[in-house]
């Protein structure tokens, strides 16, 4: 009796709740809202509003110890030569590994788009998705055995006679190297594979939602394929290009990882935010050179804000 009791008096409890955050609207998207929120204003904003209060303190250069007194000391030494190198690096890599994703990616995603038939595009969705399914850490070494000086690829260039001509490019100054795996073209095809998914499916997503009687109403007006891919499709992909160059750019500009184990000793930021907040210990250097991807990035969001990219998302 206790528990056929319970039940409906349950049942009224709920009721009354269900019937409150219905008359409330606004107290029912608050409470779904709050928890996200509180994760977003609290651990993500909070540590970077820790790492900014870090970037404004210095180290005493006697004693080596974090002097806790505000100061532009740090962000000064941003823009030492050496560092200011080490930033253009950076970002250069990031433009280009976008570049590169936007270029192999799209006629890629434009055929999946267009062309394909049901069956042959879940089997591009699953050959673009296959390689997100492995370690990361695997995929980046075996990158580098596969790009090391006796790996297949170099193996396949003696095979086929070109041998000289690999050797010819890999002796073109700053992005050329010992081998493939320690050069900056190396750690480029490495960054592309890594991240080309990423560009791959916001591209493909744009395709899907451009109106085929857009391209019908351009045939019909006896504008040719090339007139019409360059001024109906190409300008209504172009979100979508934006919205995977975010994912390309802000992921190539953070990434340490494989700076460290693909091409030369020369850092990039990752790298010595890594390096700074680790054996070396200087904290407020580590933490303004975070403030540079940041700021970076919050540039290109405008950017890319006005391209539309957040609606390809």
Not at 106 to 113: G, I, K, N, S
Not at 218 to 246: C, E, M, W
Not at 259 to 277: C, D, E, H, T
Request: net charge positive; glycine share 8%.
């Amino acid at each position: 009796m206790s528990l056929a009791a319970a039940a409906p008096a349950q049942e009224g409890w709920l009721a009354r709740i269900s019937t409150a955050l219905f008359l409330r609207p606004r107290l029912a998207l608050l409470l779904l809202l709050l928890p996200p929120l509180l994760w977003l204003g609290i651990v993500y904003m909070g540590s970077l509003l820790a790492l900014l209060a870090q970037s404004l303190f210095s180290v005493d250069d006697f004693s080596g110890l974090v002097v806790y007194q505000p100061t532009l000391k740090t962000y000064a030494e941003l823009f030492t030569p050496a560092n200011i190198a080490i930033i253009l690096r950076t970002v250069v890599m990031a433009a280009s590994v976008t570049l590169g994703c936007a270029i192999i990616g799209f006629p890629l995603a434009y055929y999946m788009a267009r062309f394909a038939g049901v069956r042959t595009k879940a089997v591009f969705y699953l050959a673009v998705m296959l390689p997100l399914w492995s370690n990361y850490l695997v995929r980046v070494y075996s990158w580098k055995l596969i790009l090391a000086k006796e790996g297949v690829v170099t193996w396949l260039f003696n095979l086929a006679g070109l041998g000289d001509f690999l050797d010819r490019i890999l002796d073109l100054p700053v992005i050329g190297g010992p081998s493939l795996s320690a050069s900056y073209i190396g750690m480029w095809i490495v960054f592309m594979y890594i991240w080309l998914p990423y560009m791959i499916l916001p591209v493909e997503a744009a395709l899907e939602r451009v109106p085929r009687s857009f391209i019908e109403a351009s045939a019909d007006l006896g504008a040719r394929p090339r007139l019409t891919f360059q001024h109906v499709i190409l300008p209504l992909a172009v979100p979508g290009v934006a919205a995977g160059s975010i994912f390309t750019f802000s992921l190539t500009l953070g990434d340490y990882i494989i700076p460290n184990l693909i091409g030369n000793s020369r850092p990039f930021v990752g790298m010595v935010v890594y390096a700074y907040q680790g054996t070396a210990g200087t904290i407020p250097l580590a933490a303004a050179f975070t403030m540079v991807p940041i700021l970076v990035m919050a540039l290109y969001l405008a950017a890319a804000k006005r391209l539309g990219a957040f609606d390809a998302l």
